[in-house]
Every structure is written in structure tokens, then in C-alpha cells.
């Protein structure tokens, strides 16, 4: 089954909600502002995806963070892993995860390919 990680009530998400079900694809939904999400997992995004992919650097929240504040969270890895766990929505949505196999950011194609693969 896929896990869909990111906010309800993000432009972004709802449209791969609606692909997801349009495709017949079932998902669990992780929601970071109820459910939050754990150090290991954004670990485990940044050590496969890279920093590039994961973090939002295009949304308010990034350019509503110091530019003190968005250097600490560069600074280092574990900077950077408390920052996104403390502002998820640093975290580019969605991020759909497939048995380790990941797409990340509203991609239509990309989605559409995961039903060729469940």
C-alpha cells in the first residue's frame, strides 16, 4: 500500500488525493500537523533523496524563517532534520512512498506510473 506524507489542506495534496483515487491506488494518509513526523524518517528522505528534493525552499515558510534561522538549518545535517521536523511544511508535499520507492512533490506522470507498479 502507499503512504502519502504531508498537510490535508495543501493545493498540492488534494490533487494527489484525487489522482490517487481517480488511479483506484489505496493509501494511508500521514498527516504532519496531527500526526507530526519522527527524525529517522526525514533521516532516511534526506540520506536518499537529498536535501534538494525534500526541503520547500519555493514556500512562505522558508522565506518567512530569518535568514539566521534558514543558515542554522543548513548548517547541518541534524540542523536541518530538527528544522523540518519542527516546520513540517518545510517539507515539499507530497511525499508518496511505494515500498521505499519514493516521488516527491506533485509530479501527474510520476503518480500515474505508480499504478503500474503496485
Same mark, same amino acid.
Given at each position: ?5 504531508? @498537510?490535508?489542506?495543501?493545493? /498540492?495534496?488534494?490533487?494527489?488525493? +484525487?489522482?490517487? !483515487?481517480?488511479?483506484?491506488? /489505496? ?9 507530526? @513526523?519522527?527524525?529517522? *524518517? ?18 512562505? !515558510?522558508?522565506?518567512?524563517? /530569518? ?7 543548513? /548548517?547541518?545535517? +541534524?540542523?536541518? @532534520? ?14 508518496? +512512498? ?8 506533485? +509530479? ?7 499504478? *503500474? *507498479?503496485?
Amino acid at each position: 500500500m502507499l503512504k502519502i506524507y504531508g @498537510i490535508k489542506n495543501c493545493n /498540492s495534496m488534494k490533487k494527489a488525493f +484525487d489522482l490517487l !483515487t481517480a488511479l483506484g491506488l /489505496s493509501y494511508e494518509f500521514h498527516d504532519y500537523k496531527k500526526q507530526g @513526523i519522527d527524525a529517522d *524518517t526525514i533521516k532516511l528522505w534526506l540520506d536518499q533523496l537529498g536535501q534538494d528534493v525534500i526541503l520547500n525552499k519555493k514556500g512562505t !515558510t522558508w522565506k518567512k524563517l /530569518s535568514e539566521e534561522q534558514q543558515q542554522l538549518a543548513l /548548517s547541518s545535517e +541534524d540542523a536541518l @532534520i530538527d528544522a523540518l521536523s519542527t516546520h513540517t511544511s518545510l517539507i515539499k508535499r507530497p511525499v508518496i +512512498d511505494q515500498n521505499g520507492q519514493y516521488v516527491v512533490g506533485y +509530479d501527474e506522470d510520476q503518480i500515474k506510473a505508480l499504478k *503500474t *507498479t503496485v
